[in-house]
């Protein structure tokens, strides 16, 4: 199956007239031009996004080894460019109780520790390679949006501090009030020490040069349509061109084609998630509505909602939701998150948006990342599925995945046991959207009621 939603969400040369492209401002390109000819590499990488390239600056910086990345479309056009910048802890689907029921406590620790160094391994990379990515913020707050789920949060917050999380802090409705944060909707908060929000696009695009300048080859516009394997090779064919690689890396999260690798057939299920942005806010229209914390904040919904204030003061909002992509099903989908908008801020009543966009995120049947060797010989391996939590993961994960992928002593021991698992499909894939459909009523049951 090639693709689960509208073909309109597919199409790379549709720009997506997100915030961030709008603000980014200008980017030389020159350096990221279309594969043409036949070409040969150490490592071929599927997948432009922050995954593939962080496995391909590690690749070259600390194994000397030059990868080229095949991107489908333009460098920033997925969900690399267009979430919604929480660099936080997260990729694993799972509740931190399930976690340890599943792996055990020690394995959920080294998780959990591996969640928290992703979040500073974004923050060093960005230090070490000049990026500019609009850090915001000293950690993350999640809302209890129903008086009934501040219990819930204070229960995540042990299992977090006993799993090695960093700090964490329960705040009353008032406490969260006075540190910047007030809708009706909000009855409390867990503060998160280790987080900080980031412009995406900016984070991208830098990774992207930091990775062509130290030695990677990058190619926009080449999706892969063709593999084939000659001997112990794999050759990828791509539009204009061919690249023949002794090792693959799948990086391709939630655009992954299920024929693009029979390992991945059926097992990945991409969810959709969409943003508005309001035009800037006054400083008494901030005070009015009680929000002025730059800190990315979410709510304790199944079907959650996430929400920044920008570093121009615009507010962004987010939500998770919709099982079709077509382009009448997105001006419904912008309707709804403005009439939610208005009700949670409700002093925003008259404030317009000017952006919409929407994309998917990945969710694994396993409810894990996955940083595996997908053959018997070893020679390809991928590293995706981060359930809407990956701007921090990807990055740990393309540098796991760079070693994975060379068979560095020691490297698959590196990975904790909940990110190594092994792809697994969906019961009956071919019906994955309609489980999705199930799960949502059933998280909108439990929202309302629980």
Known sequence: MTALYHPSLYDTRQPIESYWAASAGPWDTTGFAPL?????????????????????YHLARRHGVQARVLEAAPIGWGASGRNGGFCCLGSVWLSLDALVRRFGEAEAARCVGAMREAVELVRDLATEEGIALDAQGQGTITVAHRLSRLRHLEEEAHALARLGAGATAIWSKEE?????????????????????????????????????????????ESPVIAWRREGPRHVLQT??????????????????????????????????????VTRPLSDSE?????????????????????VRLLPDRRFMFGARGGLDASP???????????????????????????????????????????????????????ALAYHGSGVAMSGWAGRAAAALTLGVDGAEAAIPAPLATMPRRWPVARFRLFWLRLAYLGFRLKDELF
Request: proline share 4%.
């Open 36 to 56: 043409e000819g036949d070409a040969e590499a150490e490592v071929a990488i599927i997948g432009g996004g922050y995954t593939g390239l962080t496995a391909a």
């Open 176 to 220: 969260l009030a006075e540190r910047g944060y007030s809708s009706p909707e909000a009855f409390g908060a867990m503060h998160q020490s280790v987080g900080f929000g980031l412009h995406p696009l900016k984070y991208c695009r830098g990774l992207a040069d930091a990775a062509l300048r130290r030695g990677a080859v990058i190619h926009g």
């Open 239 to 276: 539009p204009r061109g061919t690249v023949t690689a002794r090792r693959v890396l799948i990086a391709t999260n939630g655009f992954t084609r299920d024929e693009l690798h029979k390992a991945l057939d059926g097992c990945l299920l991409p969810a959709l998630s969409n943003i508005v």
């Open 286 to 306: 901030l005070a009015a509505q009680g929000v002025t914390t730059e800190m990315p904040t979410s709510d304790t919904r199944g079907l959650l909602f996430y």
């Open 328 to 382: 009448e099903s997105s001006s419904l989908q912008r309707a709804f998150l403005e009439r939610r908008l208005r009700e949670m801020y409700p002093a925003w009543r008259d404030v317009e948006t000017t952006h919409f966009w929407r994309g998917p995120v990945c969710l694994s049947a396993a409810f894990t990342p996955h940083i595996a060797r997908l053959d018997e010989a070893g020679t390809v391996t991928c």
